[in-house]
Nanobody, 127 residues
Framework: EVQLVESGGGLVQAGGSLRLSCAASGFSFDDYALGWFRQAPGKEREAVSCINTGDGNTYYADSVKGRFTISSDNAKNTVYLQMNSLKPEDTAVYYC????????????????????YGQGTQVTVSS
């Protein structure tokens, strides 16, 4: 059974930092891309960042470039999202997702190419 369990969300002031974690199990970690997506109330799910765990390449939405950093620990089957310089517009439920790595997934990593999603973790940034 595939499981993706996110943790690390919370409430932070603008300019602050949070680190999200996603523990994965039930699939071959190295064969999958792991991504972070977010969804704010009344908005569509948005791609935030993605890592190809096979080659280590990373991808970011323009809105988070230079502020967020994705990384993975393949030995622990865990992916992280370090979020710095947070803004109120970053407020959303953040989801970890896994998708079988295919060439068309990059560089935009659209949500529909990811087969599995976690339950989400709330990130709230106050102004």
């Amino acid at each position: 059974e595939v499981q993706l369990v996110e943790s690390g969300g919370g409430l932070v002031q603008a300019g602050g930092s949070l680190r999200l974690s996603c523990a994965a199990s039930g699939f071959s970690f190295d064969d999958y891309a792991l991504g972070w997506f977010r969804q704010a109330p009344g908005k569509e799910r948005e791609a935030v960042s993605c890592i190809n765990t096979g080659d280590g390449n990373t991808y970011y939405a323009d809105s988070v470039k230079g502020r967020f950093t994705i990384s993975s620990d393949n030995a622990k089957n865990t992916v992280y999202l370090q979020m710095n310089s947070l803004k109120p517009e970053d407020t959303a439920v953040y989801y970890c997702a896994a998708g079988l790595t295919i060439a068309t997934m990059f560089p935009r990593f659209p949500p529909y190419l990811f087969d599995y999603y976690g339950q989400g973790t709330q990130v709230t940034v106050s102004s």
